[in-house]
Protein backbone atom coordinates (compact mmCIF):
# COMPACT_ATOMS: atom_id res chain seq x y z
CA UNK A 1 0.00 0.00 0.00
CA UNK A 2 1.27 3.48 -1.02
CA UNK A 3 2.46 5.75 2.02
CA UNK A 4 0.90 9.22 1.96
CA UNK A 5 1.64 11.85 4.02
CA UNK A 6 0.65 15.39 4.34
CA UNK A 7 2.34 18.67 6.09
CA UNK A 8 2.43 22.31 5.67
CA UNK A 9 -0.63 23.43 7.82
CA UNK A 10 -1.38 26.19 10.10
CA UNK A 11 -2.99 28.97 11.26
CA UNK A 12 -3.34 31.76 9.05
CA UNK A 13 -5.13 35.18 8.81
CA UNK A 14 -8.09 35.54 5.96
CA UNK A 15 -6.40 36.74 2.64
CA UNK A 16 -3.17 34.76 3.77
CA UNK A 17 -0.87 31.97 2.02
CA UNK A 18 -0.23 28.58 2.90
CA UNK A 19 1.68 25.95 0.42
CA UNK A 20 0.54 22.44 1.56
CA UNK A 21 3.18 18.92 0.78
CA UNK A 22 2.21 15.22 -0.08
CA UNK A 23 4.97 12.99 -0.27
CA UNK A 24 4.32 9.42 -1.14
CA UNK A 25 5.97 6.16 -0.96
CA UNK A 26 5.40 4.81 -4.39
CA UNK A 27 4.49 6.23 -7.52
CA UNK A 28 0.94 5.71 -8.79
CA UNK A 29 -0.11 6.14 -12.24
CA UNK A 30 -3.28 8.03 -12.09
CA UNK A 31 -4.32 10.73 -10.42
CA UNK A 32 -3.45 12.65 -6.97
CA UNK A 33 -5.82 14.88 -5.53
CA UNK A 34 -6.41 17.17 -2.65
CA UNK A 35 -10.01 17.05 -0.47
CA UNK A 36 -10.90 19.23 2.89
CA UNK A 37 -13.35 18.24 5.65
CA UNK A 38 -14.56 20.67 7.75
CA UNK A 39 -16.12 20.04 10.92
CA UNK A 40 -19.34 18.56 10.83
CA UNK A 41 -19.64 18.20 6.87
CA UNK A 42 -18.75 15.45 4.67
CA UNK A 43 -14.94 15.20 2.86
CA UNK A 44 -15.23 17.24 -0.53
CA UNK A 45 -12.65 16.98 -3.27
CA UNK A 46 -10.34 20.34 -3.67
CA UNK A 47 -8.36 19.58 -6.50
CA UNK A 48 -6.75 16.75 -8.60
CA UNK A 49 -4.13 16.52 -11.05
CA UNK A 50 -2.92 13.68 -13.15
CA UNK A 51 0.37 12.17 -12.77
CA UNK A 52 1.45 11.75 -16.75
CA UNK A 53 -0.42 15.03 -18.56
CA UNK A 54 -0.50 17.73 -15.59
CA UNK A 55 -3.86 17.98 -15.96
CA UNK A 56 -5.52 19.45 -13.22
CA UNK A 57 -9.47 20.23 -12.45
CA UNK A 58 -10.17 22.31 -9.16
CA UNK A 59 -13.88 22.36 -6.97
CA UNK A 60 -15.70 25.89 -7.71
CA UNK A 61 -15.11 27.68 -4.54
CA UNK A 62 -10.85 27.40 -4.88
CA UNK A 63 -11.00 27.99 -8.48
CA UNK A 64 -8.26 30.90 -9.15
CA UNK A 65 -6.90 30.78 -5.20
CA UNK A 66 -5.72 27.37 -5.21
CA UNK A 67 -2.69 25.66 -7.38
CA UNK A 68 -2.18 21.99 -7.49
CA UNK A 69 1.02 20.67 -8.74
CA UNK A 70 3.02 17.56 -9.01
CA UNK A 71 7.15 16.47 -8.51
CA UNK A 72 7.30 13.08 -10.25
CA UNK A 73 10.12 12.91 -9.56
CA UNK A 74 10.31 12.82 -5.91
CA UNK A 75 6.57 11.07 -4.91
CA UNK A 76 5.33 14.75 -4.05
CA UNK A 77 2.41 17.00 -4.94
CA UNK A 78 1.39 20.66 -4.09
CA UNK A 79 -1.60 22.18 -3.15
CA UNK A 80 -0.57 26.83 -3.15
CA UNK A 81 -3.42 27.73 -1.79
CA UNK A 82 -3.69 31.96 -1.41
CA UNK A 83 -6.27 34.38 -0.96
CA UNK A 84 -7.36 32.10 1.91
CA UNK A 85 -10.86 32.32 3.30
CA UNK A 86 -12.43 31.08 7.00
CA UNK A 87 -14.38 28.65 4.83
CA UNK A 88 -11.32 26.95 4.19
CA UNK A 89 -11.13 26.22 7.44
CA UNK A 90 -10.43 22.40 7.60
CA UNK A 91 -8.31 19.28 7.79
CA UNK A 92 -7.08 18.78 4.30
CA UNK A 93 -5.88 15.22 2.71
CA UNK A 94 -3.45 14.08 0.27
CA UNK A 95 -5.04 11.20 -2.14
CA UNK A 96 -2.95 9.09 -4.41
CA UNK A 97 -4.16 6.39 -6.13
CA UNK A 98 -6.85 4.89 -3.58
CA UNK A 99 -4.39 5.61 -0.54
CA UNK A 100 -4.97 8.55 2.11
CA UNK A 101 -2.96 10.59 4.31
CA UNK A 102 -3.61 11.17 7.94
CA UNK A 103 -4.66 14.77 7.13
CA UNK A 104 -3.06 18.07 7.83
CA UNK A 105 -4.89 21.40 9.53
CA UNK A 106 -5.42 24.46 8.04
CA UNK A 107 -7.35 26.95 10.39
CA UNK A 108 -7.78 30.55 8.42
CA UNK A 109 -9.06 33.04 11.31
CA UNK A 110 -8.42 36.69 12.48
Known amino acids: QVQVEESGGGLVQPGGSLRLSCVFS??????MSWHRQAPGKPRELVAGIFRDSGATHYAAPVKGRFTISRDNGSNKVYLQMRNLKQEDTAIYYCQVGVSWGQGTQVTVSS
Open 26 to 31: ESDDGA
